[in-house]
Antibody
Framework: QVQLQESGPGLVKPSQTLSLTCTVSGGSISSGSYYWSWIRQPAGKGLEWIGRIYTSGSTNYNPSLKSRVTISVDTSKNQFSLKLSSVTAADTAVYYCARGVYDSSGYYSDYWGQGTLVTVSS | SSELTQDPAVSVALGQTVRITCQGD??????ASWYQQKPGQAPVLVIYGKNNRPSGIPDRFSGSSSGNTASLTITGAQAEDEADYYC????????????FGTGTKVTVL
């Protein structure tokens, strides 16, 4: 059973960089034709796709965040990471990591982390 | 702003059928996936592709699509189905980006 766990600071100051890591257990991050995503959800609001990375290193980002987002992968640690620069209060949200599949059924995420709340405040 | 539009809320009597819709131009070309989210929990995949259910998802959940609209149907809704539901698909730019729908709150009466 694949499990994902987000980790990182729960409080980030405005203008600084938010950094989160997702640790994958129960399987190798490099095995299979999967991709690895970040999704966020402000309190009381809907889900927002941030971006994804393949273990090849190829990435796709939400255009609205692209200038501030970097997603990377460390296969030796079975982890992938999110960096979001120049944060403001609008970036306060629960951040989820997820495993994605792309096949004849399209894109879908079959395993999700429990989520971690990141608050942007001075 | 989301390119996939959902009704904000729907209600269904216990044991009855409810259909949740998701509208967007990209749905003419690409499948939607559907996620159930209960308060304080991570989303759970319930439908993907043409009409596929992950292991452990009850068969009262089904998916369909027509034109620019994807639908999730719960046949014989149970109290535990009360949750927020989100659709997800590729965006309409033609690039391999994803977008979530606005979400629908389902209340089981």
């Amino acid at each position: 059973q694949v499990q994902l766990q987000e980790s990182g600071p729960g409080l980030v100051k405005p203008s600084q960089t938010l950094s989160l890591t997702c640790t994958v257990s129960g399987g190798s991050i490099s095995s299979g034709s999967y991709y690895w995503s970040w999704i966020r959800q402000p309190a009381g609001k809907g889900l927002e796709w941030i971006g994804r990375i393949y273990t090849s290193g190829s990435t796709n980002y939400n255009p609205s965040l692209k200038s501030r987002v970097t997603i990377s992968v460390d296969t030796s640690k079975n982890q992938f990471s999110l960096k979001l620069s120049s944060v403001t209060a609008a970036d306060t949200a629960v951040y989820y990591c997820a495993r994605g599949v792309y096949d004849s059924s399209g894109y879908y995420s079959d395993y999700w982390g429990q989520g971690t709340l990141v608050t942007v405040s001075s | 702003s989301s390119e996939l539009t959902q009704d904000p809320a729907v209600s269904v009597a216990l044991g009855q059928t409810v259909r949740i819709t998701c509208q967007g131009d990209s749905l003419r070309s690409y499948y939607a996936s559907w996620y159930q989210q209960k308060p304080g929990q991570a989303p759970v995949l319930v439908i993907y592709g043409k009409n596929n259910r992950p292991s452990g998802i009850p068969d009262r959940f089904s998916g369909s699509s027509s034109g620019n609209t994807a639908s999730l149907t719960i046949t014989g809704a149970q109290a535990e189905d009360e949750a927020d539901y989100y659709c997800n698909s590729r965006d309409s730019s033609g690039n391999h980006l994803e977008v979530f729908g606005t979400g629908t709150k389902v209340t089981v009466l």
